[in-house]
């Protein structure tokens, strides 16, 4: 048998473009190339797609900058499934060179990558794809659209009020959440556009900020409680399995996990499992699988939550394509598991197969 086809995709058009990139390295450097065959096609920031050298060496953060989609020639892939998969857009050497692909790893966080659209797109020309489809990817973008979906399922989300572009917020619609308040973008990723409000006359700022990043916006009661993550994988039989989880202890003075302590600053500590009750470890864990269904979720997803002291278990959001780099919470997670990261972007790539193109 030849070895698998897969083009691995990252970069794209979000505010997440650099962390996709660095994301992107880790998995092209845990890719077997014994048995897989990688195309690596980044898309610029302005979304022009090119074939890259995929080398992970250049897909790292340095002095606190992270890296960037540069040019190639540039690639297509079209939405008709009879057109041969990946073309080149200028008729250049790589028609010949690409052709058919047997799988695409969109390693894409945020918009235009984790939201459904280019989801679509590969549905559309007949790929098979890692990760949740067009609906799961869709509705876990969206924090409003989530919590809808997890109340419904009896997952409680929080308290929170969402904010339209152009509508005024008054003392009174937000008193019940009480202060402080985190002021957040409904689909963004990375922390981007979210602020941690304490007083009143901070809000308007806070929406300016998170405004800047969509036309939606979540004020959410602050959540007092210790932040522990979930990974789920979809296992042979398509069922969700739960990762250990972690708790995200936060150091050097992070008051909350911001892009900075993230990923910049080394301010993360990390416990996995979190130094919680057995029975809350379970809770975490169950409700992870139920969040992934309740979405509608197929491969993976991790769903991040808060734990209050009283051992409340509240889900936070859900991400559809969690970061990838070497020290994200997922393949850590997994790896504490026993799944170790190439073993990881195997299952991915194997369950999207199995799946197979719509
Ligand atoms: N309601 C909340 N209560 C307490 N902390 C919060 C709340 N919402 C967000 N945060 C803090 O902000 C971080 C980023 O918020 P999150 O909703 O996870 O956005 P993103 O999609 O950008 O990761 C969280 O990891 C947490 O530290
Ligand atoms: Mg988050």
């Keep these: 048998m030849g070895r698998i086809r897969v083009a691995v995709v990252y970069g ?205 916006v979540l004020i959410e009661a602050a959540v007092s409680g210790r932040e522990v993550e979930c990974g789920v994988l979809e296992d042979e039989d398509g069922k969700p399995e739960a990762s250990l989880p972690a708790e995200i202890r936060l150091v050097r003075g992070h008051d909350w996990y911001d892009f900075e302590a993230k990923y910049l600053d080394d301010a993360c500590e990390f416990d996995i499992p979190p130094d919680l009750p057995p029975h809350v470890i379970e809770e975490v864990r169950r409700s992870a699988c139920r969040a992934f269904n309740a979405l509608e979720c197929s491969g993976l997803a991790r769903v991040d939550f808060f734990v209050t002291p009283d051992e409340r278990v509240l889900v936070n959001e859900v991400n559809t394509m969690p970061g990838f780099t070497p020290i994200s919470m997922f393949p850590q997670m997994w790896a504490a598991t026993g799944v170790d990261y190439p073993t990881l972007v195997d299952r991915l790539i194997q369950a999207a197969l199995r799946r197979g193109a719509a």
Excluded at 77 to 85: I, N
Excluded at 110 to 122: A, N, S, V, Y
Aim: proline letters at 5%.
């Design 12 to 216: 794209g058009r979000s505010s997440e473009h650099g962390i996709s990139v660095v994301s992107a390295g880790s998995v092209i450097s845990a890719l077997d190339p014994e048995r897989y065959e990688v195309i690596p096609v980044g898309i610029t920031s302005e979304g022009r797609w090119v074939l890259t050298d995929g080398d992970p060496a250049t897909m790292r953060i340095t002095d606190r900058a992270v890296p960037q989609v540069g040019t190639g020639e540039g690639v297509v892939l079209a939405p008709d499934p009879t057109s041969g998969g990946l073309v080149a857009r200028d008729g250049g050497s790589a028609l010949s060179a690409l052709g058919a692909v047997d799988v695409v790893f969109p390693v894409l966080h945020g918009r235009f990558g984790e939201d459904g659209t280019i989801q679509g797109l590969f549905e559309m020309a007949g790929v098979p794809y890692v990760g949740p489809g067009v609906l799961a990817s869709a509705a876990a973008m969206d924090k409003q659209v989530t919590k809808k979906l997890l109340a419904a399922e009896g997952l409680d989300g929080g308290n929170y009020v969402v904010v339209r572009r152009g509508e005024t917020v008054l003392h009174r619609d937000i008193d019940h959440l009480g202060l402080p308040v985190f002021v957040k973008p409904a689909r963004a990723g990375s922390s981007l556009g979210i602020s941690k409000v304490d007083s009143f006359d901070q809000l308007a700022e806070a929406l300016d900020e998170a405004f800047r990043h969509d036309s939606k």
